[in-house]
């Protein structure tokens, strides 16, 4: 291991491999090999993380800015995230894919400092928000805990490429995830995942809300020719409501630009209305959040900024529908999934 590191046990041996257990590619890796996230590396004592505290991008700025709507509105957070991804999608396309080689570059921040950091900057909590928190499970491991014990909430945004063990260890310190549903069929995640089973994703995120009652909105970009049909469209829409629950915020936005990906776009909001999603958000700003019952606003939001208004604590304030925004640190007891 490098600098230390406690690998939380996620590691094994496989005769002369040490297995990974971070992500679901589960890499067996001899000494010298490299895992498919290019940042974990097999040694004679197990694993090195060539990524361990080095911080890819830092912000402070509003919690709406990294996909979660439903969460501490109105609220600042710092977004933190470190280098390397899961999938080799990620990889080619990502800015975070690559460990930079020049040493100026390489900006390393111990998890204690920056959750200090968010504490003196009265950010309201932490979101992982930069490369894979799955290739990063030790030092956001660490960050979660930290921040959970000064009262900051967490989140993290992911594909959902972790393993169940990963999430588990977090799962005491984790209030929300921003989960990127890339598709619903074996033909889109071999486009634009490279998992090596898609449907495990599906399984950390049920996980994440009915095992550790964390706040779950899930992000899905459209491609036109990829995974706009209208069948896998309604089997990933049906998902979210039956597993997850109608209430589950879903951010439908382009994958990519074109006039058919654009009206692929706004034909998939339209199912997800149809199928029976209460919320549905596109790539337009300054877009309100209603009551599902009366459709009286309860959150205004213009020029990137949120305002809860309309609202006696989380209830509309106009029918007393719940809207089961998300707004306290203080879960329900584990193990009982949140009413849907």
Same mark, same amino acid.
């Given at each position: ?10 590691? #094994? ?135 959970? +014990? ?7 945004? #992911? ?30 995640? +071999?486009?634009?995942?490279? &998992? ?39 089997? &990933? ?39 029976? &999603? ?48 998300? #707004? ?13």
């Amino acid at each position: 291991m490098s600098d230390d590191v406690e690998l939380a046990d996620l590691v #094994t041996t496989d005769g002369a491999r040490t297995v990974c257990r971070a992500c679901q590619w589960r890499c067996a890796l001899a000494p010298g090999e490299t895992g498919r996230c290019h940042v974990r590396v097999g040694t004679n004592e197990g694993l090195a993380l060539l990524n361990h505290g080095l911080i890819a991008g830092a912000t402070i700025g509003p919690i709406e800015d990294h996909g979660l709507w439903h969460f501490f509105p109105d609220s600042q957070v710092l977004g933190i995230g470190g280098w390397g991804y899961a999938t080799v999608a990620d990889q080619a396309r990502g800015p975070y894919g690559s460990i930079p080689e020049d040493p100026a570059k390489r900006r390393k921040l111990d998890a204690d400092r920056a959750a200090n950091f968010a504490l003196e900057r009265l950010c309201r909590g932490v979101v992982w928000a930069y490369g894979e928190p799955a290739v990063n499970h030790e030092y956001m491991r660490g960050l979660l805990q930290l921040s959970r +014990a000064s009262s900051r909430y967490t989140a993290i945004i #992911t594909t959902g490429a972790m393993t169940e063990e990963a999430l588990d260890q977090i799962g005491h310190y984790l209030d929300g995830m921003n989960f990127d549903l890339r598709g619903f069929s074996d033909a889109s995640y +071999a486009r634009l995942g490279g &998992l090596p089973n898609w449907q495990g994703v599906l399984a950390i995120a049920e996980r994440a809300r009915n095992r550790w009652n964390c706040h779950l909105e899930v992000t899905t970009r459209i491609h036109h020719g990829v995974n706009h049909d209208p069948d896998e469209l309604r089997a &990933l829409i049906g998902w979210i409501k039956d597993a997850l629950g109608p209430y589950t915020p879903w951010h439908v936005l382009p994958g990519d630009a074109g006039s058919e990906t654009a009206a692929a776009t706004m034909r998939a909001r339209r199912l997800g209305h149809e199928v029976g &999603l209460h919320y549905i958000y596109g790539a337009e700003p300054n877009q309100p959040t209603r009551c599902p019952a009366c459709q009286q606003i309860v959150i205004t939001r213009t020029n990137g900024g949120a305002r809860l208004t309309g609202l006696t604590g989380t209830a509309c304030s106009a029918c007393g529908h719940e809207t089961k925004l998300h #707004t306290s640190i203080f879960k329900p007891r584990e193990g009982r999934a949140v009413a849907g």
